[in-house]
């Protein structure tokens, strides 16, 4: 987990690809359009709203996070599903207030945080560069997104979640390194 444009994505698929640690992928749920270059079932499972309403309803949903965007709501959310089938170590992106939802429902010794985090300038170069590269980039959502995640990630949060160790993504293969050897340790 980490603001957004920190490299999350990248350390994840690289840590999926790692002969040095095994873990099994989760892929997330969205109600936002699917951008450029992702692919269904990849970056994540895309379903309507009415979906997501319905798959609450049935109690199916772990957690799930509501976003008010320039572009209406777009929700976030983590399926209780057959992607849950077994006692293999999973790997999932999130945020914090997803974090503490999945450690609610499976207990805190059953989840280890890996935080990634860099600078706010580098992180908003990186966005704006991934924004260009988009066929309509959104800029308005970009900035509400920077913003927001000032508030979502704050220290007082941070350290509310229990979150103790932190991955500075300056340098990739150092930091996907040390991310593994803490995944090894647990």
Known sequence: ?????TGKDTLYKELLKSSNVKVKPI?????????ENESEGVEYHFVSATQYEKFKEDGLVIESRDYK??????????MNDAQFDGDEDVLLINTLEGYEQIVAFFGQEKVVPLYVEVEDGIRLSRALSREREQKEPKYQELCRRFLADCEDFSEEKIAKAGIQKRFENLDMG???KEMEREMVSC
């Not at 892929?27 to 951008?35: A, E, S």
């Open 174 to 176: 150092q930091c996907l």
């Open 69 to 78: 965007t320039v572009h209406g709501i777009w929700s976030y959310f983590t």
């Open 1 to 5: 987990m980490g603001k957004s444009a």
């Open 27 to 35: 892929v997330l749920y969205t109600t936002r359009p699917i951008r």
